[in-house]
Nanobody, 124 residues
Framework: VQLIESGGGLVQAGDSLKLSCAAS????????MAWFRQAPGKGRELVAT?????RSTYSTDPRFSISRDNARNAVYLQMNSLKPEDTAVYYC?????????????????????WGQGTRVTVSS
């Protein structure tokens, strides 16, 4: 299984950024997907999660929204009005769920596979 994130970079406060994650080696629509982040000196935290069919999502911040395209085996994170405190490495994660399950997976331990991360730096 591979999860490859892209789209990170250096932006200014107030800018928007869209992260992408390309998944391979798994039956994508058997998995809930999520974005986590880890800021310097801090633990990994959930940013947003989406169930297998995309019909239910959860975000820890209204500025961030998650979406997925099962035809492309991809998940996205749209980030708006970025702040310096959003600076972190952002990770894509996949969590296996029972077929047609509607459970929102909230914890990092719920996720089986992780990408290498993409760095987002927001300057003030």
């Amino acid at each position: 299984v591979q999860l490859i994130e892209s789209g990170g970079g250096l932006v200014q406060a107030g800018d928007s950024l869209k992260l992408s994650c390309a998944a391979s080696g798994l039956t994508f629509d058997n998995y809930a997907m999520a974005w986590f982040r880890q800021a310097p000196g801090k633990g990994r935290e959930l940013v947003a999660t989406i169930i297998w069919n995309g019909r239910s999502t959860y975000s820890t911040d209204p500025r961030f929204s998650i979406s997925r395209d099962n035809a492309r085996n991809a998940v996205y994170l749209q980030m708006n009005s970025l702040k310096p405190e959003d600076t972190a490495v952002y990770y894509c994660a996949a969590g296996r769920t029972p077929d047609y399950d509607l459970t929102i997976l909230m914890g990092s331990r719920d996720y089986n596979y992780w990408g290498q991360g993409t760095r987002v730096t927001v300057s003030s």
